[in-house]
């Protein structure tokens, strides 16, 4: 009898009926499984006063938009992570895994259940101000800017005079969006002439309008950059940008389509160099019309191009970031390097191009790239009636230039020359820092460091911390802090290295919240 039961079992198993029986005992809810999923990945944006059309931070709007919510994870439309991070990851990355994918459709297709409410985590707290500490200067607006609610989009570039005593070197530059609700993306860059200022005088109102660029081509096209749930960052120790003392920063911001005027007045928070700056970051525009080898650079109407770029970089290179310009018949690019010995190097592969989202890619850690690499790319431009976003009807041969109806094939580097050690700095080995509902955020800067270190950490929740220095191997170096009790909300902890040996050291926390690890390089 017991033998003919468990055939029975057997039975049941192979033809589904236990799976189907299990699956309904593992029903997801709202409060366990999709609002952590919602509060990590869509909050930044989707609530009030934000970018995004609807606020996410309830179960009852989450639940009015299920069915589209379902849809744009899906077609991985939103979060709006445009990198495919099956090729490559940077930092602040933030997209949905195919497994959350899948939850959040088994979800909705399940009726949306909520769940016990009382299991629903806080919705995260969002710094309202810089999210790097006190500026040291910071440059407004002159004026509110007013965006008129025609439903049209603006392109508009602010001519912001910076006067100081003296050139700085700075570590941070942070874009603050003023009406957060139309700021769509911002490009900065730094003018040492007055031809911004000649361009703005001779244009009605404040600022002037300009799309692709600046309208002429100021010292650095590409200082600083921003779009809606970036994250500004300092630079490792050492490295910097030079600020002019009599330049102007030139802000474009992208204004989003809207049907009620509003005004904006935004700030850039520039934030100078502690340490001395010895090392200064380039950005070059190193893929460019110029390096094609299949060129001219001329999109014909009614068909799919692609253009293959190709370049020697000629001295042994350090890499921070990648990031990849064009408009909207761009459909996708691919940068990669191929290093002497033939090995390649992923640099970044973007397969659904939407100039909206365009990016500042940065690598989890500095990438090394030596002399006599091919840097390499592949951009492909949809010029037919197909391209939805196409902005000739109908579709015109389009050649280089700055206007929503031209093009542009570009891929900004930020670079400088390799020192021995750089592959070791990692810049942070927790992606998507940003808010995690629940859980412990901690950075560790300066990195590297010789003397001293802070580490900064963050918790939802009051809890005790302990924070340890471990070598390499896992073993104690030293014990920072021992079940110390601390408060929700930022902290800083200095962490002095007197008497610590050169090396590669990991800063590891414990909390209620989680345990995190930094890498950390103790320098000579
Ligand atoms: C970086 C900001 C940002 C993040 C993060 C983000 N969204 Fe959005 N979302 C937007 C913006 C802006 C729009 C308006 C459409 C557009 O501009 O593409 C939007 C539109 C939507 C829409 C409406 C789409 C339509 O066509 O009607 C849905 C649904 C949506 N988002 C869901 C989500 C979900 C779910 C997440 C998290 C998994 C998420 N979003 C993360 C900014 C964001």
Redesign the pocket.
Same mark, same amino acid.
């Given at each position: 009898m017991k033998h003919c039961f468990s055939l029975l079992l057997l039975a049941l198993a192979l033809f589904g009926v236990l799976p189907a029986a299990q699956a309904q005992t593992t029903q997801y809810t709202f409060s366990q499984d999709i609002a952590p *999923?919602?509060y990590n990945?869509?909050t930044?944006? @989707?609530r009030t006063g934000?970018?995004?059309?609807?606020p *996410?931070t309830t179960y009852a709007e989450v639940v009015s @938009?299920a069915q589209?919510?379902k849809?744009?994870?899906g077609t991985r439309?939103?979060?709006?992570w445009k990198p495919d991070p099956n090729y490559r990851h940077y930092l602040d990355e933030?997209t949905?895994t195919d497994a959350e994918i899948a939850k959040?459709r088994d979800w909705v297709d399940g009726g949306t259940p909520q769940g016990n409410p009382a299991l629903i985590p806080a919705v995260p707290a969002y710094p309202s101000g810089s999210q790097l500490g006190t500026p040291d200067m910071v440059i407004p607006m002159a004026q509110a800017f007013t965006h008129l609610g025609n439903g049209q989009d603006m392109y508009r570039i602010f001519v912001l005079p910076v006067n100081m005593p003296a050139d700085r070197d700075i570590a941070a530059i942070e874009f603050r969006a003023g009406n957060k609700s139309i700021v769509?993306h911002v490009i900065i860059g730094m003018d040492t002439t007055q031809q911004a200022q000649a361009l703005d005088a001779a244009a009605p109102g404040y600022g002037y309008t300009q799309f692709g660029g600046f309208g002429f081509n100021p010292v650095e096209t590409n200082f600083a950059a921003w779009?809606?749930?970036m994250q500004a960052r300092f630079y490792p120790t050492g490295m910097g940008k030079k600020l002019y003392r009599h330049s102007s920063l030139l802000v474009q911001v992208h204004y989003?389509p809207n049907y009620v005027t509003q005004t904006d007045s935004s700030v850039v928070n520039v934030f100078f160099a502690r340490q001395p700056v010895t090392r200064y970051i380039q950005t070059l525009p190193a893929i460019s019309p110029v390096t094609l080898t299949n060129g001219p650079f001329i999109i014909p109407a009614n068909q799919i191009s692609t253009f293959h770029a190709q370049i020697v970089v000629p001295f042994e290179a350090t890499m921070l970031s990648i990031a990849p310009h064009a408009h909207f018949l761009s459909k996708g690019w691919k940068v990669w390097a191929v290093k002497p010995n033939g090995d390649t190097i992923r640099l970044v592969k973007i397969n659904d191009w939407d100039f909206?989202?365009q990016g500042i890619y940065r690598f989890t850690s500095l990438q090394r790239i030596p002399a006599g690499s091919r840097l390499m790319a592949d951009a492909t431009y949809d010029n037919t009636a197909q391209n939805p976003r196409n902005p000739n009807s109908p579709p015109q041969t389009v050649q280089w230039g700055e206007s929503t109806t031209a093009e542009m094939l570009l891929t900004y580097f930020d670079v400088l020359p390799y020192r021995a050690g750089d592959e070791n700095i990692v810049l942070s080995t927790v992606p998507g820092v940003a808010t995690t509902p629940g859980t412990v955020q901690m950075a560790v800067f300066p990195n590297p460091t010789s003397a001293t270190t802070t580490i900064n950490f963050q918790m939802e929740r009051a809890s005790p911390v302990t924070v340890s220095l471990l070598d390499g191997t896992g073993r104690l170096v030293r014990a920072v802090v021992r079940s110390k009790a601390y408060p929700a909300g930022p902290q800083q902890l200095p962490l002095p290295l007197t008497g610590v040996a050169p090396g590669i050291y990991i800063v590891r926390l414990e909390s209620n919240e989680g345990t995190r690890n930094e890498k950390l390089v103790v320098a000579e």
């Open positions: *999923l919602v990945h869509c930044r944006c @989707h934000e970018v995004a059309p609807f *996410l @938009h589209t919510i849809y744009v994870t439309y939103m979060p709006p933030n949905l959040i769509h779009v809606p749930g989003g909206r989202w």
